[in-house]
Structure formats: C-alpha cells, structure tokens
C-alpha cells in the first residue's frame, strides 16, 4: 500500500463577527493575514507530497486561508472541494467526509475550525493534548484507504 498524508488545518485568524454578520461570513483580519505567509513556509517544507486534493469548510474564513495555500503549494481549482458539511463539523463529521475523498489522492489538506479540527486529531492519533492554534496544522501519514481511515501517525505539529 502506499503511503498517504493527511493534513488537518485550523483556518488562520478570523475578525469578530460585526452587527448582524453571521459566523459563518467572518473573513480573516489583519492577524490572520499576517499568519499566512508562515504556514505557506511550513507546509512548502513537509517532505509529503505536494497536496493533490484540498477538502475545504466553505466558510469565509476557511475559504481565505485554503485560497492562500492553495495558491502556494499550486494545488489546482479543479483539486479544491469546498463543502458546508465541514463547517463546525465533530471529528466524526470530519472523518465521515475524509472517508469519501478521492481514493487516489496521496495527500489531502483539510482546512477547518476547532474544535472539529483538533478533536479529530486527537481522534486519530490518541492524542488527547492537541489544540490547534489558527493557522495551525498537524501533518501525518496515513497506512490505509480514506475510506477505512481510523488512525495516523504524527508525523509534525506546527
């Protein structure tokens, strides 16, 4: 079997919603805009494969963030799902819809929101001490299919 990475992103910092903006319409602010850059670095260094699918939670924030990386690991538009069933999801949530990624993908980056994010590593590594700061990551090496995904190993948390 080949080996597969999965890595699991914390969208970068959001603005507090303004009157009447819904949560799910907050964009990055001048502190998440500041993040990005730094995470582009961290993750063009992983030794993994260059991503070849994104699974993205389509609210502003997490769109912002994945747009940038996307961007600067050259992931295509084509390779990017964007997808309402990740916002606030549970790691179960997270996990159900890893379990349907594209079977020949070698590296998925999954861009989302605590406390989905890091309760789903927590989930696959048993690690009960992971939480993601925004912008944060956790990198890891998956042994099975995306289908049958259960476990990982960490493999970097940055």
């Known amino acids: 079997m080949t080996s597969r990475f999965l890595t699991l992103l914390r ?35 992983l030794a993994a ?3 070849d ?7 502003a924030r997490t769109t912002q963030t994945a747009a940038n ?10 390779a990017m799902q964007h997808t309402r069933d990740a916002y606030l999801a549970t790691a179960q ?4 819809l890893l379990h349907g990624a594209p079977a020949d993908s ?9 406390p989905g994010i890091s309760d ?15 912008a944060g990551f956790a990198h890891m090496l ?7 995904l259960e476990s990982a190993r960490l493999l970097e948390l940055g």
Do not use: C, Y
């Open 120 to 134: 789903l590593i927590s989930v696959l590594t048993d690690d009960n001490d992971v939480g993601l700061p925004t």
């Open 11 to 45: 969208h970068a910092h959001a603005a507090p919603a303004e009157v009447s903006q819904a949560d799910f319409d907050r964009p990055l602010d001048a502190q998440g805009l500041a993040q990005l850059p730094i995470v582009q670095r961290r993750l063009s260094g």
């Open 106 to 114: 070698r590296h998925i980056i999954l861009v989302g929101h605590n």
């Open 142 to 148: 998956v042994d099975s299919e995306w289908s049958a």
């Open 53 to 59: 699918f994104m699974l993205i939670s389509s609210a």
């Open 49 to 51: 494969a260059k991503p």
């Open 93 to 96: 949530g997270l996990q159900n």
């Open 69 to 78: 990386i996307a961007a600067a690991l050259q992931v295509p538009t084509q």
